[in-house]
């Protein structure tokens, strides 16, 4: 009884957190205009979305600045990281202390800081600010997810790799970066998916023309733009795929070997 | 890059018209403008009251979500986890936007459609925070409570509850932080007419272009999270102590 209830609980919340989702997916099939009332399938929305140009051209945005921020801010943070690992104790307690703040501070704050930044600096609201920016707030996430890798790291290493003549060059990208390859990795990972998502710092460090995904769908919800959940449901579909393909191969690898094991 | 921006917002807030260096007027006025103003300071304490009441659900709902999928078998619980992530990985603005059509014709009042989009968008946060604290206790202390004569929820209450309190707080920072601060959710599924703090700091900034007053908001909020925050943590110390 008891564990009827709780999986009757979860399935609720489950409803709950499903159901906009299935909301969105069935009315960007909708033939009307409408959020609420549902006329008949047609593909037209999708149709619209792929001629939109101002759609086409959030996504390529999107895209291009997630890449260009997760590979800059995955090499700046793995530095930075690998350097404070090598620096005295306060430099290290002082860095450490500052790259939480963008975590602990608001979003909004630290968008309308960077902003003002940007403008004190005389640097035109555009492309440039809005890709420093996501670089800006995406390298405390790849450092945090790197410094726990450094510290698990045995010193002895790199100065065994340099007593055996490596030059310091070959020594880290031969023996440290090795290490902590799973460290950084994740960090790009987070990287990529914090500056796929913003909105709230994109929204205040872009300039006119340039609008990403999040940017987008903010300033056409004023209408009822059914493109929007054609949108919606491509981002959806890629999303879900990527995260069953990275779960579930591992989960039926695991399976395999453990059915091999049963055998023998 | 991180440091030098904040500089900037306390430099504005307490500076007048100083968008040229020259004519630079120290002042506390964007403070006193703020405080006394009636409307700001209800705007401010609405906000407040939303991100409290926002963060007090979560945790009605999301303790026992938790404390449900922590009594899974071991797989099942890793399938239900990774449900509970997957609509945290699409992007807010789209999950938001989708409530919007569920909720234009159901009647609610803009502040339960503002409750609906804030739990919807932070209760994931709660419920993994409580259910990593809850998976990573000893099942041996429950059994061990049990022989020593404790009822099952008695040793719910002595011993589950207090070992699970860090998730909690830690839940609480992540839910009442972007509560408090949030600004497309009341936008979107408000109104207009539904104003919190987030939305006064983006009205001053992006259509007024009021920066100074803007940023003299935005400290106010970022204080008084500040001091929120502080006093989560001591609860969690005191925890420990006990």
Redesign the interface.
């Given at each position: 009884m008891k564990k009827h209830l709780s999986k009757f609980y979860l399935a609720l919340i489950m409803l709950f957190f499903y159901a906009p989702i299935v909301y969105v997916i069935v009315f960007s099939f909708n033939d009307a205009r409408s959020l609420t009332t549902f006329t008949g399938f047609s593909l037209r929305w999708y149709e619209k979305m792929f001629k939109s140009r101002s759609i086409m051209s959030s996504v390529y945005y999107t895209v291009i600045i997630a890449v260009i921020a997760t590979a800059v801010s995955t090499v700046v943070g793995t530095v930075a990281a690998i350097g404070l690992s090598k620096s005295n104790k306060l430099l290290k307690e002082v860095v450490t202390q500052v790259n939480n703040l963008p975590m602990l501070n608001p979003e909004i704050v630290t968008a309308i800081g960077l902003m003002l930044f940007f403008t004190s600096l005389n640097i035109e609201t555009g492309f440039t600010t809005l890709l420093l920016a996501h670089i800006a707030f995406c390298i405390p996430y790849v450092m945090l997810s790197v410094m726990p890798r450094l510290r698990m790291l045995d010193d002895n290493i790199a100065e065994a790799a340099l007593d055996l003549g490596c030059t310091p060059v070959q020594a880290l990208t031969k023996v440290i970066i090795p290490q902590i390859k799973t460290g950084i990795f994740s960090g790009a990972l987070i990287a990529f998916t914090m500056s796929f998502d913003d909105f709230v710092i994109s929204y205040f460090t872009t300039g006119p023309g340039i609008n990403n995904i999040s940017t987008y769908v903010y300033s056409s919800v004023k209408r009822i733009n059914p493109s929007v959940n054609a949108l919606s449901t491509i981002i959806i579909l890629i999303i879900t795929l990527v995260l069953i393909i990275a779960n579930v191969v591992p989960l039926i690898k695991a399976r395999k070997v453990k059915k091999n094991e049963e055998v023998y | 890059?991180?440091?030098?921006?904040?500089l900037?917002?306390i430099f504005?807030a307490f500076t007048k018209e100083g968008n040229s260096v020259i004519n630079v007027k120290v002042t506390l006025e964007n403070f006193g403008r703020f405080l006394s103003d009636e409307t700001f300071t209800s705007v401010l304490l609405r906000s407040i009251k939303i991100a409290v009441i926002t963060t007090l659900i979560c945790i009605l709902?999301g303790y026992?979500?938790a404390?449900?999928?922590a009594?899974l078998k071991a797989d099942s619980q890793s399938v239900?986890v990774?449900?509970?992530t997957?609509?945290q990985?699409?992007?807010?603005?789209?999950?938001t936007?989708?409530?919007?059509?569920?909720l234009?014709?159901s009647g609610f009042s803009p502040e339960v459609k503002v409750y609906i989009g804030m739990v919807?968008n932070f209760?994931?946060f709660m419920?993994l925070q409580v259910y990593t604290s809850l998976s990573k206790m000893d099942k041996n202390l429950i059994v061990a409570a049990k022989d020593l004569g404790c009822n099952e929820f008695k040793a719910f209450l002595k011993v589950v509850l207090p070992l699970s309190i860090p998730g909690v707080i830690a839940g609480i920072t992540l839910v009442f932080?972007?509560a408090?601060?949030s600004?497309?959710i009341p936008k979107?599924l408000g109104g207009g007419s539904f104003v919190l703090v987030?939305n006064l700091?983006?009205n001053y900034?992006?259509t007024i272009g009021d920066?100074n007053f803007?940023?003299a908001i935005?400290l106010v909020?970022?204080v008084i999270?500040l001091i929120s925050?502080y006093f989560t943590r001591k609860l969690d110390y005191n925890q420990e102590e006990r």
């Open positions: - | 890059m991180i440091v030098v921006p904040m900037i917002i504005y709902i026992p979500a404390y449900c999928i009594q239900v990774l449900m509970v997957l609509p990985l699409i992007n807010m603005l789209v999950r936007y989708a409530w919007r059509g569920i234009l014709n919807y209760l994931p419920i932080l972007p408090v601060s600004f497309f979107l987030g700091i983006e900034f992006v920066w803007g940023s935005s909020m970022t999270i925050m």
